[in-house]
């Protein structure tokens, strides 16, 4: 099973470490080696993100994610992602912006880091409205219960995680929006704009999906009742997936989601290198394990085994949209970012462990409690 998954990003190290060392030698096949080593530890908590949605969908739109979602990944965001972001922040056509990335590329590095604020400002957002709706919800499981539930109970206001999420927009753009580090100037516009943005972005995409899934739902529970009424009848719509218009928007919904985690890998790989070939490479290998990782948490049933992963993820999510909107202002090592995000899944890993043993059921959720609190 691990080469099954794990095959195809396998195959494309070799051969993109391989490439790197013909085009750029000993230097380049090293840059792209760290590159791709960057990407996976920033992305880890991703990766079990992106399995608690996959999860819902069928076979086919799994596979869709693999490949159509890699080239959106490699492509998209690693490679015209940051030439449309100078394009658009230098006001050039498309093909100057790619003639100035690959001849002039100190300057176009300039542009990318003076864009980062509204990078950052979008992508904290739309990563801190994930966190919210998950912190804010009602759960079987808790992992932190002296936070988790008085969150829960506050939850049940609506749209507090929107409020939130403004509130925490409107201080970055008033307190860390004029920025030094990232061109200089005042950035407040900007900043709201984009935050806005991303707040819009998620409303919208998670929206339609959960909207999509929720008649999906209840399809399914027409399906059940069906079922039990008549025994002959076969199957049961909720072991297949999610298909369709639901599965569609859900995958759109994770393509956005992927594009907010890979700007502090974009933004990061410019301490490493200028070049946006060796970085989309590196970063592209990176991504490609990612993607592998989340298909073998799915078919594995990590999550139900060790039920607080997906906990930790979401606190990683968390301390990752705080970070990217510090950074709007100040620099904080990507080294930083990576280890946080690690040693929260580490931790919720090792609280699963813990929960299992205790229920004497190691790696098997199926006989829990309806309700399993940890004190961690």
């Known amino acids: 099973m691990l080469l099954k998954t794990f095959g195809w990003s396998f195959a494309i190290t070799v051969l993109g470490l391989a490439l790197a060392g013909v085009l750029w030698g000993w230097q380049g096949l090293a840059i792209v080696g760290i590159l791709s080593v960057l990407e996976i530890s920033l992305s880890f908590d991703n990766a079990v ?13 799994q596979k ?10 490699v492509f998209g965001m690693r490679l015209v992602f940051p030439v449309v972001i100078v394009a658009i922040t230098a006001k050039l056509g498309p093909i100057e912006a790619v ?3 690959i001849n002039d590329k100190a300057q176009y590095q300039e542009l990318v880091t003076s864009a980062h604020p509204a990078i950052a400002a979008f992508g904290g957002i739309f990563l801190l409205m994930i966190f919210l709706d998950f912190i804010f919800e009602e759960r079987d499981y808790k992992w932190l219960s002296w936070i988790e539930k008085p969150m829960a109970k506050i939850g049940k206001l609506d749209t507090l995680s929107v409020i939130i999420a403004l509130v925490a ?3 970055s753009a008033m307190t860390v929006a004029t920025s030094v580090a990232h061109g200089g100037g005042d950035k407040s516009a900007t900043v709201l704009l984009s935050g806005v943005a991303g707040l819009i972005t998620y409303l919208i995409v998670g929206g339609i999906s959960g909207f999509f899934e929720a008649k999906l739902e209840d399809a399914d529970e027409d399906a059940d009742e069906e079922a039990a009424a008549a025994p002959a009848t076969k199957g049961n719509g909720s072991a297949v997936g999610l298909a369709g218009k639901a ?4 995958f759109l919904y994770l393509e956005v989601i992927d594009a907010s985690f890979s700007f502090d890998g974009v933004i990061g790989a410019f301490a490493i290198t200028n070049d946006i070939f060796m970085m989309a490479l590196g970063l592209g290998i990176g991504a490609m394990y990612i993607r592998s990782l989340t298909v073998f948490l799915v078919r594995k049933g990590t999550l139900d085994d060790y039920v607080y992963l997906e906990h930790g993820a979401h606190y990683a999510i968390g301390a990752l949209a705080v970070i990217l909107l510090v950074t709007i202002k100040y620099e904080i090592n990507e080294v930083i970012t990576g280890l946080v995000g690690i040693v929260l899944i580490a931790l919720s890993f090792a609280s699963s462990v ?16 309806s309700e399993v609190e940890s004190g961690v």
């Open 169 to 171: 927009l409107l201080v």
């Open 49 to 61: 993100i992106n399995a608690g949605i996959l999860r819902k969908m069928n076979a086919f739109w």
């Open 247 to 250: 599965a569609f928007f859900m």
């Open 64 to 73: 869709i994610f693999l490949t159509l979602g890699i080239l959106i990944a």
């Open 354 to 369: 813990i929960r299992n043993r205790r229920e004497g059921k190691p790696g098997d959720s199926s006989g829990a409690k």
């Open 99 to 101: 003639n100035l990335a």
